[in-house]
């Protein structure tokens, strides 16, 4: 199993400003993805982050708007750029097991964009 | 990716057993059928994985039949913490390992 420890919890940020979500996991993993749910909705994987390259992006994502950081196996960064109500979202960090095929999430940043 | 299609919202009472199907035609054969369970202001936690034939654990049974072209998720006596969005997910871990999520089935377990 894996711990997973995301901040903020939760931030209300105004529009045009950026906001970083740090994502920290107990042990180095391969895997690390993040993904978006919008109030009510299912969840939609934004990117993955790649160790030591380039995260790989969604359709519908862009670098310019999220760029992702991931310096080590343990933890990532997820930028949500110049931001706009429509971002109001939860942002989800989360881990890959390859061996038992399970997921694990961090308990989400709640962001409120006015 | 296999696409996953179940219903979107389900009702229970307490005590009840509650299935939840979930349909999956093009699933691969080295593809395994997984389930996670998402609780209001939490992160999708895992339930159960299977392939074929049947699965439990202490949470929940899955079923698959023969073709694996579907699964069951069933969930005996619920109570009122059931409540939650059920996700079925068939992961292709020989790619990428990304997880693509379907609407899930919103179980509402009432007293």
């Known amino acids: 199993s894996a711990v997973i420890s995301q901040k903020p919890s939760r931030d209300i940020c105004q529009r045009g400003t950026s906001l970083t979500i740090q994502c920290q996991v107990d042990?180095?993993?391969?895997?690390m993805f993040w993904y978006r749910q919008q109030p009510g909705q299912s969840l939609t994987l934004i990117a993955t982050?790649?160790?030591?390259?380039?995260?790989?992006?969604e359709s519908g994502f862009v670098i310019d708007k999220f760029p992702i950081s991931r310096p080590n196996l343990t933890f990532s960064t997820l930028t949500v750029s110049n931001m706009s109500p429509e971002d109001s979202s939860i942002y989800l960090c989360?881990?890959?097991?390859?061996?038992?095929?399970?997921?694990?999430f961090g308990e989400g940043s709640r962001l409120t964009v006015l | 990716l296999a696409k996953t299609t179940q219903p979107i919202s389900m009702d229970s009472y307490e005590g009840q057993e509650v299935n939840i199907t979930c349909s999956h035609n093009n699933i691969a054969t080295n593809d395994y059928i997984t389930w996670y369970q998402q609780f209001p202001s939490q992160g999708p936690r895992f339930i159960i994985q299977g392939y074929k034939t049947k699965v439990t654990n202490e949470v929940a049974s899955l079923f698959i039949p023969a073709d694996r072209k579907s699964s069951t998720l069933s969930l005996p006596r619920v109570s009122l913490s059931d409540t939650a969005v059920y996700y079925c997910l068939v992961p292709s871990w020989g790619n990428t390992g990304k997880l693509i999520f379907g609407q899930g089935t919103t179980l509402q377990v009432k007293p």
């Open positions: 989360s881990v890959g097991d390859r061996d038992t095929g399970e997921l694990f």
């Open positions: 042990s180095q993993v391969t895997m």
């Open positions: 982050a790649n160790q030591g390259s380039e995260a790989t992006y």
